[in-house]
């Protein structure tokens, strides 16, 4: 069990470009959920879904974040432009069925000067 | 919005004394989950607890649940310095998709 990836780790950017984040969530796992980490907010859900289909993107702030889950194996997060106020860590977790326990990858920081 | 609260917002003991940390909650859920996020790495599930259970334990881990307090304590029983962390509960609402909702955490500190 590799656990659930993310990449990159780190990404620094500057304001007004395009940022892509990914994720690999765990073989056989059927949802996947998309978070923001930061001091004044906490963790936040920015969307998820479940068997590939997004079921809730009632957290994703605005236009300008799009997230993507073309397979079982791979969801993308992307930030089009990018403003400074993204800054955070934002989390993928993946688990087996509702409710059932979130297995955590390690973040991207995201970091738009 | 946060649906767990977490109380206090800040603990710090010597090792091998007991930390409790608590979590309000406001609706109904199915379960609720607590977790342990070391510095710079991803939450971590540490134990569930249904709403049909009062109590559960796992290894020095104890957790409570009162649902007509909307209420949970975690336990740490004979703390380490290596359970030095951020814990967070979170909450499976009922009928709200079986997503989970987290409180902004608790940072616990033990002193060697």
Same mark, same amino acid.
């Given at each position: 069990?590799?656990?659930?990836?993310?990449?990159?780790?780190?990404?620094?950017?500057?304001?007004?470009?395009?940022?892509?984040?990914?994720?690999?969530?765990?073989?056989?796992?059927?949802?996947?959920?998309?978070?923001?980490?930061?001091?004044?907010?906490?963790?936040?859900?920015?969307?998820?879904?479940?068997?590939?289909?997004?079921?809730?993107?009632?957290?994703?702030? =605005?236009? @300008?974040? &799009? *997230?993507?889950?073309?397979? %079982? +194996?791979?969801?993308?997060?992307?930030?089009?432009?990018? =403003?400074? @106020?993204? &800054? *955070?860590?934002?989390?993928? %977790? +993946?688990?087996?069925?509702?409710?059932?326990?979130?297995?955590?990858?390690?973040?991207?920081?995201?970091?738009?000067? | 919005?946060?649906?767990?609260?977490?109380?206090?917002?800040?603990?710090?003991?010597?090792?091998?004394?007991?930390?409790?940390?608590?979590?309000?909650?406001?609706?109904?859920?199915?379960?609720?989950?607590?977790?342990?996020?070391?510095?710079?790495?991803?939450?971590?599930?540490?134990?569930?607890?249904?709403?049909?259970?009062?109590?559960?334990?796992?290894?020095?881990?104890?957790?409570?649940?009162?649902?007509?307090?909307?209420?949970?304590?975690?336990?740490?029983?004979?703390?380490?310095?290596?359970?030095?962390?951020?814990?967070?509960?979170?909450?499976?609402?009922?009928?709200?998709?079986?997503?989970?909702?987290?409180?902004?955490?608790?940072?616990?500190?033990?002193?060697?």
């Amino acid at each position: 069990d590799a656990g659930v990836i993310q990449s990159p780790r780190h990404e620094v950017t500057e304001m007004g470009q395009e940022v892509t984040l990914r994720c690999k969530p765990i073989s056989g796992h059927n949802s996947l959920f998309w978070y923001r980490q930061t001091m004044m907010r906490g963790l936040e859900l920015l969307i998820y879904f479940n068997n590939n289909v997004p079921i809730d993107d009632s957290g994703m702030p =605005e236009d @300008r974040f &799009s *997230a993507k889950m073309p397979n %079982a +194996s791979f969801s993308t997060l992307k930030i089009q432009p990018s =403003e400074p @106020r993204d &800054s *955070a860590v934002y989390f993928c %977790a +993946s688990n087996r069925q509702g409710g059932s326990p979130l297995h955590f990858g390690n973040g991207t920081r995201l970091t738009v000067t | 919005s946060q649906q767990g609260e977490e109380d206090p917002q800040a603990l710090s003991i010597q090792e091998g004394e007991n930390a409790t940390m608590n979590c309000s909650y406001k609706t109904s859920i199915n379960n609720l989950q607590w977790y342990r996020q070391n510095s710079g790495r991803g939450l971590v599930h540490l134990i569930l607890i249904r709403s049909n259970e009062r109590e559960k334990h796992s290894g020095r881990l104890r957790v409570t649940l009162d649902t007509s307090k909307k209420s949970s304590s975690l336990l740490i029983t004979a703390s380490r310095a290596a359970d030095t962390a951020s814990y967070f509960c979170a909450t499976d609402e009922a009928g709200a998709n079986s997503k989970l909702t987290f409180g902004k955490g608790i940072t616990l500190s033990v002193r060697p």
